[in-house]
């Protein structure tokens, strides 16, 4: 079984510019998560999906960033305009749905998106 | 609120020693807890879960976690290291909602 892909691995843009990052999840996964890592610091939560429905955006910086899943599988999320401070590491993850009979979901983590803000 | 801290973000021990990386955490509900890896150039893996079945918890690889309510703490563990252990690990936790929240990384590195 596949796991969770991101594309691209890396991105390197300029300030200014846009960039549309991808996540495919486990098939048959309902949540979809995206979080971040800026460098030297903890990963953090920006949004949760369930199916095609945000859950949670708790986490978004600002309004600069839109993420979208559209029919439920696979989401994007877009950076418009870039700036600086959105350099980092970009994790998407996805769980099941349904009852947490032992509790604790497990979510599965995709390789990250690298990017770089010149 | 919910924290995570995880003492030290640099960790060596030689081949063979005991592992031992810290995480405290901070929950206003009863906490999920979980340890993930992070390989080289690859996705964060999930090593052990503690889910309040058991206090002590075992993963994957050798290693083990346990969860202490009165130090709020949930160390993670390994008896003997080995080369292939080096990674960065991460412990976070799920309080109330589906979100994690991670400390901020503790890097293992192994040496000869």
């Known amino acids: 079984e596949a796991g969770v892909t991101q594309f691209p691995s890396h991105s390197v843009i300029e300030k200014g510019q846009t960039v549309t990052l991808r996540c495919d999840p486990i098939s048959g996964h309902d949540n979809l998560y995206w979080y971040r890592r800026v460098m030297g610091k903890e990963i953090k939560f920006l949004l949760h999906?369930?199916?095609?429905?945000?859950?949670?955006e708790s986490g978004m910086p600002n309004n600069r960033f839109l993420a979208e899943r559209t029919g439920g599988t696979y989401s994007t999320l877009k950076v418009q305009p870039a700036e600086l401070e959105d350099s980092g590491v970009y994790f998407c993850?996805?769980?099941?749905?349904?009852?947490?009979?032992?509790?604790?979901?497990?979510?599965?983590f995709g390789p990250g998106t690298r990017l770089l803000v010149l | 609120a919910q924290s995570v801290t995880q003492l030290g973000s640099h960790v060596s021990v030689s081949e063979g020693a005991l592992v031992l990386l810290r995480c405290n955490y901070s929950s206003s509900v009863p906490p999920y807890l979980f340890w993930y890896v992070q390989y080289p150039n690859q996705g964060l893996q999930l090593l052990l879960k503690y889910t309040s079945a058991a206090t002590l918890v075992k993963g994957i690889n050798g290693f083990e976690a346990e969860f202490k309510k009165s130090e709020t703490s949930f160390h993670l563990t390994k008896p003997s290291a080995h080369m292939s252990d080096a990674a960065e690990y991460f412990c976070s936790l799920r309080g109330g909602g589906n979100k994690l929240t991670f400390g901020t990384g503790t890097q293992l590195k192994v040496e000869l």
């Open positions: 993850a996805s769980s099941q749905e349904g009852p947490d009979l032992a509790g604790g979901e497990t979510q599965y």
């Open positions: 999906f369930v199916k095609e429905s945000k859950q949670d």
